[in-house]
């Protein structure tokens, strides 16, 4: 069992910046890949980045180059920097833990909201 604690969202104007945080307890030595997927209404939940243990990321389209998802290991926790925020962005963000496998379980946090006005 995995238990993810998102926070940092908030509302903010476009341009402007917003750092979200996950914190991941439970059975942590056995998670390969932390993301931040979001979720806008009327919308499906789509990748936002993704990290694997090893370090490796990967970005949607719509973020590279404002988004920077990193991973501190010494707090078991993982960050996602927002920066150029435009409307388009806002939507529920979701923190996801995978484990290493088989089977792959994966868990998900409760959710922050992220605002971004024009």
């Known amino acids: 069992q995995v238990q993810l604690v998102e926070s940092g969202g908030g509302l903010v104007q476009a341009g402007g910046s917003l750092r979200l945080s996950c914190a991941a307890s439970g059975s942590i030595f056995s998670v390969n890949v932390m993301g931040w997927y979001r979720q806008a209404p009327g919308e499906q939940r789509e990748l936002v980045a993704a990290i694997i243990s090893g370090g490796k990321s990967n970005y949607a389209d719509s973020v590279k180059g404002r988004f920077t998802i990193s991973r501190d290991n010494a707090k078991n926790t993982v960050y996602l920097q927002m920066n150029s925020l435009k409307p388009e962005d806002t939507a529920v963000y979701y923190c996801?833990?995978?484990?290493?496998?088989?089977?792959?379980?994966?868990?998900w946090g409760q959710g922050t909201q992220v605002t971004v006005s024009s």
């Open positions: 996801n833990a995978v484990l290493r496998g088989p089977p792959q379980y994966s868990y």
